[in-house]
C-alpha cells in the first residue's frame, strides 16, 4: 500500500502543531508563568524548548520521515538486526490509547462550555457558586459527560476515516486557522477591558520577588518540565507526521515553526486570562477550575459575555479537538500498517475500542467516584500521571537513545536525515550534548515526575 503524504507544507505544519497544542498550553501554561516570576520564566522556557523540547522533536520526526512507517514497524526499518528498539513502539501506541482514555473525556467538556454558552445556559449575573455547579453537576452526570465524549469520539474518526488530505489535514487547517484567528481576537478584547494592565505586568513584566520567593531553582524545573511536555513528545504522536512529510525540508526549521506555533498559542492564551481575571478581580488558578469555573465567572459579568464565552469555548473545542484526532491518526495508522486493515475498517474497529475505554474516565466521577488508583489518584489524574509522567518522557529518552547511540539508529544516519532539504541544519558538534547532557536533563524530569 503507497504511503500517504501530506498535500502541503502547511497542512503538515498545522497538524503537527494542532497535535501539539492542547488543553495545557491554556489550563496551565499562563498559571506557571505568573507563578514564576512572569518574564523570567518565559525565558527560562525559550531556553529549555530549544536545548530540550527541539531536539527530540525533530529525532521522533526523523525516525518517522527516515521510516516512512509508524511507530513499531519505524523501528524495525531503522533498527539494527536483532536488537529490540521496536518494543518501544507498542508501548508509545499503548500510551495514545491511555491519552485517549481521558483526553476525550476532556475534549468533550469543551464541546458541551460551547453550547451552553451558545444556548444561553449560563446567564449575566451569575455568581461563582453558579458557575461552579454548573461544571459540578456536569460531572455528576454520567449520561451527559458521556454524550459529548461519544460526540467527540466519533466525529474524531469519522474525520479521521475520509483520509490524510481529505480528512485529518483540511478539517485540521480549517481548525487551526480559526483557533488562531480566535486566540488574537480574544487576546486584544481581554487586554482593552479596564484594568487589564495590572494582569499583563504580573504576567508578563520579570518579577525578580516573586523569583526569590518561589526560588530561582524551582523556576528553572517548572520551565524545564512546561518546555518538555508542551509538544507531547514520547508517544510517537509526532513520529507518525514524520512518516508522512517530504524530503524538502529540514526537520530542524520544522520543529522551529512547530515549537513557534506551540509557544504563541500558550504565551496568546495569557493574554486572554490574566486581563481578563484581574480586570474583574478573579483569583487565577490552573487546571480544569480556571477553564470550567473561574473564566465562565469573568464572562457571564462582562460585557457581551455570552458571546465571548462561546467564542473561547469554540477556540478550546479546536485546540483540544486538533490533538484528538492527530492521535487518532496514529492510532489508525499503527493499526493498518500492522495488520494490513482498510482505513474504514481501522476507524471503526478503533471507535469502538475508544468508546469502550473512555468510559471508566466518564464514570469516574460519579457512578465509580470512590475509584481511587495511583497514589489516591481518581481515574482521570490515574491516566494522566501513567501518560505524562512515565511514558512521555520515558519515551523520549528512548527516542534519544535510539537516535544518538551506535547500538540503535546511530547519529550519522540521523544527523543525515534531520538535515535533507532546504532550511534550517542541525550541527554535528551537538553530538556530544545529545549523548551525554540531554538523556541527563531528561532522566531528570522522569525522576521528578514519579517522586
Same mark, same amino acid.
Given at each position: 500500500?503507497?504511503?500517504?503524504?501530506?498535500k502541503?507544507?502547511l497542512?503538515?505544519?498545522?497538524?503537527s502543531a494542532g497535535?501539539a497544542?492542547?488543553?495545557?498550553n491554556?489550563w496551565r501554561?499562563?498559571y506557571?508563568?505568573?507563578?514564576n516570576?512572569?518574564?523570567?520564566?518565559v525565558?527560562f522556557?525559550?531556553l529549555?524548548?530549544?536545548?530540550?523540547?527541539?531536539?527530540?522533536?525533530?529525532?521522533?520526526?526523523?525516525?518517522?520521515?527516515?521510516?516512512?512507517?509508524?511507530?513499531?514497524?519505524?523501528?524495525?526499518?531503522?533498527?539494527k538486526?536483532?536488537?529490540?528498539?521496536h518494543?518501544h513502539?507498542?508501548?508509545a501506541?499503548?500510551?495514545?490509547?491511555?491519552?485517549?482514555?481521558?483526553?476525550?473525556?476532556?475534549?468533550?467538556?469543551m464541546?458541551s462550555?460551547?453550547?451552553?454558552?451558545?444556548?444561553?445556559?449560563?446567564?449575566a449575573?451569575?455568581?461563582?457558586?453558579?458557575?461552579?455547579?454548573v461544571?459540578s453537576?456536569?460531572?455528576a452526570?454520567p449520561?451527559?459527560?458521556g454524550?459529548?465524549?461519544v460526540?467527540?469520539?466519533?466525529?474524531?474518526?469519522?474525520?479521521?476515516?475520509?483520509?490524510?488530505?481529505n480528512?485529518l489535514e483540511?478539517?485540521?487547517?480549517i481548525m487551526?486557522?480559526?483557533l488562531?484567528?480566535?486566540?488574537?481576537?480574544?487576546?486584544?478584547?481581554?487586554?482593552?477591558?479596564?484594568?487589564?494592565g495590572?494582569?499583563?505586568?504580573?504576567?508578563? !513584566?520579570?518579577? /525578580?520577588? #516573586?523569583?526569590e520567593? @518561589?526560588g530561582?531553582?524551582?523556576? =528553572?524545573?517548572? +520551565?524545564?518540565n512546561?518546555?518538555?511536555f508542551?509538544?507531547?513528545?514520547?508517544?510517537?504522536a509526532m513520529?507518525?507526521?514524520g512518516s508522512?512529510m517530504?524530503?524538502?525540508?529540514a526537520?530542524a526549521?520544522?520543529?522551529?515553526? !512547530?515549537?513557534? /506555533?506551540? #509557544?504563541f498559542?500558550? @504565551?496568546?492564551?495569557g493574554?486572554? =486570562?490574566?486581563? +481578563?481575571?484581574f480586570?474583574?478581580?478573579?483569583e487565577?488558578?490552573?487546571?480544569p477550575?480556571?477553564?470550567?469555573?473561574?473564566l465562565?465567572?469573568?464572562f457571564?459579568n462582562?460585557a457581551?459575555?455570552?458571546?465571548?464565552?462561546?467564542?473561547?469555548? /469554540?477556540?478550546?473545542?479546536?485546540?483540544?479537538?486538533?490533538?484528538?484526532?492527530?492521535?487518532?491518526?496514529?492510532?489508525?495508522?499503527?493499526a493498518?500498517?500492522?495488520?494490513?486493515?482498510s482505513?474504514?475498517?481501522t476507524a471503526?474497529?478503533?471507535?469502538i475500542?475508544?468508546?469502550?475505554?473512555?468510559?471508566p474516565?466518564?464514570?469516574?466521577y460519579?457512578?465509580?467516584?470512590d475509584?481511587?488508583l495511583?497514589?489516591g489518584?481518581d481515574?482521570?489524574?490515574?491516566?494522566d500521571?501513567?501518560?505524562?509522567?512515565?511514558?512521555l518522557?520515558?519515551?523520549s529518552l528512548i527516542?534519544?537513545?535510539?537516535?544518538v547511540?551506535k547500538?540503535?539508529?546511530?547519529f550519522?544516519?540521523?544527523i543525515?536525515?534531520?538535515?535533507?532539504g532546504?532550511?534550517?541544519?542541525?550541527?554535528?558538534k551537538?553530538?556530544?550534548?545529545?549523548?551525554?547532557?540531554?538523556?541527563?536533563?531528561?532522566?531528570?524530569?522522569?525522576?521528578?515526575g514519579?517522586?
Amino acid at each position: 500500500m503507497k504511503r500517504e503524504s501530506f498535500k502541503s507544507r502547511l497542512g503538515f505544519l498545522l497538524v503537527s502543531a494542532g497535535c501539539a497544542i492542547g488543553i495545557g498550553n491554556v489550563w496551565r501554561f499562563p498559571y506557571v508563568v505568573g507563578e514564576n516570576g512572569g518574564g523570567i520564566f518565559v525565558l527560562f522556557y525559550l531556553l529549555f524548548l530549544v536545548a530540550m523540547g527541539l531536539p527530540v522533536l525533530t529525532m521522533e520526526l526523523a525516525v518517522g520521515r527516515g521510516s516512512r512507517k509508524s511507530a513499531v514497524l519505524a523501528y524495525k526499518e531503522l533498527e539494527k538486526p536483532k536488537s529490540k528498539w521496536h518494543i518501544h513502539g507498542w508501548f508509545a501506541i499503548l500510551g495514545c490509547y491511555v491519552l485517549m482514555m481521558y483526553y476525550t473525556t476532556v475534549s468533550g467538556w469543551m464541546v458541551s462550555y460551547f453550547y451552553k454558552f451558545v444556548t444561553g445556559e449560563f446567564k449575566a449575573g451569575m455568581d461563582v457558586d453558579a458557575t461552579g455547579s454548573v461544571f459540578s453537576d456536569l460531572l455528576a452526570d454520567p449520561k451527559q459527560m458521556g454524550f459529548w465524549m461519544v460526540l467527540t469520539v466519533i466525529v474524531g474518526f469519522i474525520v479521521c476515516s475520509r483520509g490524510l488530505q481529505n480528512g485529518l489535514e483540511r478539517i485540521s487547517k480549517i481548525m487551526m486557522t480559526a483557533l488562531l484567528v480566535l486566540i488574537v481576537v480574544l487576546a486584544v478584547h481581554s487586554i482593552t477591558l479596564s484594568g487589564a494592565g495590572e494582569g499583563l505586568r504580573f504576567y508578563l !513584566i520579570p518579577n /525578580l520577588s #516573586t523569583v526569590e520567593k @518561589v526560588g530561582i531553582g524551582n523556576v =528553572i524545573s517548572a +520551565a524545564m518540565n512546561q518546555a518538555f511536555f508542551t509538544l507531547s513528545l514520547g508517544v510517537a504522536a509526532m513520529e507518525i507526521f514524520g512518516s508522512y512529510m517530504s524530503k524538502d525540508h529540514a526537520l530542524a526549521g520544522e520543529g522551529v515553526r !512547530i515549537c513557534a /506555533l506551540d #509557544t504563541f498559542v500558550a @504565551v496568546m492564551s495569557g493574554l486572554i =486570562i490574566f486581563p +481578563a481575571c484581574f480586570s474583574y478581580g478573579v483569583e487565577v488558578t490552573s487546571g480544569p477550575k480556571l477553564i470550567f469555573v473561574t473564566l465562565p465567572n469573568v464572562f457571564v459579568n462582562m460585557a457581551g459575555g455570552r458571546i465571548w464565552g462561546s467564542l473561547f469555548f /469554540l477556540f478550546m473545542t479546536f485546540a483540544s479537538f486538533s490533538t484528538v484526532i492527530a492521535v487518532f491518526e496514529n492510532i489508525m495508522s499503527f493499526a493498518m500498517d500492522m495488520f494490513g486493515w482498510s482505513r474504514n475498517k481501522t476507524a471503526i474497529i478503533n471507535c469502538i475500542i475508544i468508546l469502550i475505554a473512555s468510559l471508566p474516565c466518564v464514570l469516574g466521577y460519579n457512578v465509580w467516584s470512590d475509584l481511587h488508583l495511583i497514589g489516591g489518584r481518581d481515574v482521570l489524574d490515574s491516566e494522566d500521571f501513567l501518560v505524562s509522567n512515565l511514558l512521555l518522557p520515558l519515551g523520549s529518552l528512548i527516542y534519544l537513545l535510539f537516535c544518538v547511540t551506535k547500538w540503535g539508529w546511530g547519529f550519522d544516519n540521523y544527523i543525515e536525515e534531520v538535515n535533507t532539504g532546504s532550511g534550517l541544519k542541525m550541527s554535528r558538534k551537538l553530538k556530544p550534548y545529545f549523548q551525554f547532557v540531554l538523556p541527563v536533563l531528561i532522566l531528570i524530569i522522569l525522576i521528578q515526575g514519579l517522586l
